[in-house]
């Protein structure tokens, strides 16, 4: 049986994921990525999105993260974000609240800059809602 790699999720405020796998799928900004081990080593920046992997027993798992960054080596995958959860772990009222407060705050004018973060906003929050209730 193929040998496992060492997932590491890391956000500034705590480890979300450290777990052997047996495959990593990663939303790269150049395109969707799969590591394996043995895997040549890169660094590639990540959209908003999903990291869903297997772990060491073939369960699959799924991970939101807002972007950030992944080095892969032969045998471990870091991913450093700004925020990311487990699927089990997403609450979907609180991202209902924050899809909520930024399409409120898109339908008012603003500043470019605070629409753009209100749609940062809302991208994380529906792609929470999306992860967390249509996946199983
Ligand atoms: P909110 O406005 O609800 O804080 P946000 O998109 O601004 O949402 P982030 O800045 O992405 O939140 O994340 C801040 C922290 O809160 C991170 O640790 C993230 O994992 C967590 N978090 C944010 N939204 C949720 C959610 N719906 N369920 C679980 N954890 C969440």
């Keep these: 049986m193929a040998e496992n790699i060492k997932l ?3 956000t500034p405020e705590k480890s ?3 777990e052997d796998a047996q495959i990593v799928m990663a ?3 150049e395109g969707e990525f799969g590591v394996l081990s043995g895997h040549t080593p890169f660094l590639t920046s990540l959209k908003l999105g ?6 060491s027993e073939g369960k ?5 993260v807002s972007g950030g960054f992944a080095e892969a080596l032969p045998d471990r995958v870091t991913v450093l974000a700004e925020s ?3 699927r089990r772990d997403i609450d979907i009222d609180r991202a209902k609240a924050a899809k909520k407060r930024a399409e409120e705050r898109l339908a008012a004018t ?5 629409m753009e973060r209100a749609r940062t906003a809302l991208s994380r929050s529906l792609h929470r809602i999306n992860l967390a209730e249509t996946r199983s």
């Excluded at 999903?50 to 772990?55: Q, V, W």
């Excluded at 699959?60 to 939101?64: D, G, I, L, T």
């Excluded at 603003?110 to 605070?114: A, F, H, S, W, Y």
């Design 60 to 64: 699959e798992a799924f991970v939101f």
């Design 50 to 55: 999903t990291i869903h992997y297997k772990n």
């Design 8 to 10: 590491e999720v890391v």
């Design 27 to 29: 939303p790269g900004t």
């Design 110 to 114: 603003g500043k470019d800059i605070v």
């Design 84 to 86: 990311a959860e487990r």
């Design 16 to 18: 979300v994921v450290s």
